[in-house]
């Protein structure tokens, strides 16, 4: 047996900024003892946190996300990295009071328990797992691990039981893992019950082979924690988690919770009371809305991206102030719909589609032009119409936004910008427009 570690890590925390009082003027916010920001520090070793693309996402942020914007209070998910360390000159600084959020908690501190996860085991799918277990399923194969399953029973069960395959542990992000073992570089990977759902909805033929037995809690450590926050907290949650979109919540993140399940009740996501009304409003399919969000953002409305793209729909700034809107209105999430819907209407617009166009080509355009922007596609387009192509065509445009980012492609009769993006733009059409076909095929 082979155990190679790659960098361990350790530390989730979050940090309030203390409130301010501003010539006598003290901010509403007090009232739970933060003063307009929540600002999340993740890295790697506790359950339910993973980033997908370049965002942060996971149940502890849509959770917190959810009890800050009720507060009406400013949510920021930090870049990997930049969490300071718990010490006494960072308090002293005044950078404002730590939350340590952690699944190791020491006797004797008080902690408010949030969530609880397992570990699963996940690998292409295979007829005879059920028969094989754990030992015959994985045999001499590779298996990453991530840092924070050594400390539950299952790490010490794999080192004790499969002494034929080679075992990795690893720091790397859980979706870059399952990249991984899609790739061929490992054979399986371990990962939490709440990244299971995700990354088994990206990435298709990766199924649950075991499911390993014991649990980690995952608690807020609230040692320090102004009084009023902490009783904010506790009394938000207990009522949050009566809800429906707690309940929605949860679901999203369930392993094996697929679509089919989900919209057994009905609903798509805890937003969908929002892409409904936005949707009727604007005039478009409020599950468009919805599989955009999805995949945007899966559902996570503080998220904001390294280019600045932010909320459920990653919308720009630009954007924002394209529509008259104030920019510090992108976190509030029916703004953010709202703006999405009105984009998606002004490329349709812009495009100018014929009237023979096909209704299912004219949206993988739209969606093209929503990924990539208008200008783009537009140059795609007039380049298909030069070339003899049908530029209503998405498999048309879809070529010429391929050849649009080779070098040695030209055409004389039309000025275009170089495209090296095709790839991401290809990818995002195909996975929006496969969600909404499967909502709007099953969701009313």
């Not at 930049?82 to 000159?89: R, W």
């Not at 996860?117 to 295979?126: A, I, K, Q, T």
């Not at 990206?202 to 608690?219: H, R, S």
Request: glycine share 12%; with cysteine.
């Amino acid at each position: 047996m082979f155990k190679k570690r790659i960098l361990p890590v350790l530390l989730v925390l979050f940090m309030f900024t203390e409130c301010e009082n501003d010539g006598g003027k003290v901010a509403r916010d007090c009232e739970t003892g933060v003063n307009g920001t929540v600002t999340v520090y993740v890295a790697d070793g506790v359950p339910g946190c993973f980033v997908a693309g370049d965002k942060k996402v996971g149940y502890p942020y849509d959770l917190l996300g959810a009890y800050a914007y009720a507060e009406g209070l400013s949510f920021e998910s930090a870049a990997e990295g930049d969490a300071p360390g718990l010490s006494e000159n960072h308090e002293k600084s005044g950078m404002g009071i730590e939350v340590v959020l952690a699944a190791d908690v020491a006797a004797g501190e008080e902690v408010l328990p949030l969530y609880t996860s397992g570990y699963l085991l996940l690998g292409r799918g295979r007829s005879d797992v059920g028969t094989r277990g754990l030992v015959g399923t994985v045999g001499a194969g590779r298996v990453v691990m991530p840092v924070g399953f050594e400390r539950c029973a299952g790490y010490d069960m794999v080192l004790d039981s499969l002494s034929g395959a080679e075992l990795y542990v690893s720091a790397d992000d859980a979706v870059d893992m399952a990249a991984a073992v899609v790739r061929g570089d490992y054979d399986f990977m371990v990962c939490d019950d709440l990244q299971a759902g995700y990354i088994r909805s990206e990435y298709a033929g990766l199924e649950v082979l075991y499911n390993f037995a014991d649990k980690v809690e995952v608690c807020a450590i609230l040692d320090g924690v102004p009084q009023s926050f902490r009783n904010g907290l506790v009394d938000w949650l207990a009522g949050f988690r009566g809800t429906d979109e707690y309940v929605s919540l949860l679901k999203s993140y369930e392993y094996g919770y697929g679509v089919e399940r989900l919209i057994g009740d009905c609903r798509i996501s805890a937003w969908d009371d929002v892409l409904r009304e936005v949707g009727r409003e604007e005039g478009v399919d409020w599950r468009l809305l919805a599989a955009i969000a999805y995949k945007e953002s899966r559902f996570s409305n503080d998220v904001v991206s390294k280019m600045g793209a932010r909320g459920l729909m990653q919308i720009m700034p630009v954007t924002a102030r394209h529509f008259d809107v104030d920019v510090s209105q992108l976190g509030n999430p029916r703004v953010n719909v709202m703006l999405a819907a009105k984009l998606i209407k002004s490329i349709e617009r812009t495009l100018g589609f014929g009237e023979n166009v096909d209704p299912e080509d004219k949206i993988m355009i739209v969606l093209a032009g929503y990924n990539s922007g208008v200008g783009t596609v537009g140059d795609a387009r007039r380049l298909a119409a030069a070339c003899g192509g049908d530029p209503d065509s998405w498999d048309t445009v879809a070529r010429y936004l391929r050849l649009m980012g080779d070098s040695s492609f030209e055409c004389d009769a039309v000025d275009f910008r170089r495209f090296r993006g095709a790839g991401e733009t290809l990818a995002f059409v195909e996975g929006v427009k496969s969600r909404y076909d499967v909502y709007r095929s099953r969701v009313i």
